[in-house]
């Protein structure tokens, strides 16, 4: 059973970037598209960004498109998502998971959720 773990969350001022990485054991992460999430208090969570098995197709929320770009390196078993010129409203908890599709939106999550990652934009 595939087991995602994310990292690489923290504080940022406003225009600044993070890397967050989704690192999978437990299963072969070239045969799933994946989607990153994000939960801020308060609100429901949303899909932000997802990439297919083999990473040619991605899909980005309007919100963050052109500053959030998402990879995959299926050899080291990790996804990431750079985030760049970031603004205090994508704070959130940031969350990966195998999803049922990743094209005009990014699909249903499978599985269960993992413990996430905080990011935090502020000045």
């Known amino acids: 059973q595939l087991h995602l773990v994310e990292s690489g969350g923290g504080l940022v001022q406003p225009g600044g970037s993070l890397r967050l990485s989704c690192a999978a054991s437990?299963?072969?992460?070239?045969?799933?598209?994946i989607g990153w999430f994000r939960q801020a208090p308060g609100k429901e969570r949303e899909g932000v960004s997802c990439i297919g098995t083999s990473g040619d197709n991605t899909y980005y929320k309007d919100s963050v498109k052109g500053r959030f770009t998402v990879s995959r390196d299926n050899f080291m078993n990790n996804v990431y998502l750079q985030m760049n010129s970031l603004k205090p409203e994508d704070t959130a908890v940031y969350s990966c998971?195998?999803?049922?599709?990743?094209?005009?939106?990014?699909?249903?999550?499978?599985?269960?959720w993992g413990q996430g990652t905080q990011v935090t934009v502020s000045s």
């Open positions: 998971a195998a999803v049922s599709e990743c094209s005009a939106s990014v699909g249903a999550p499978l599985g269960d």
């Open positions: 437990g299963d072969h992460l070239s045969y799933y598209d």
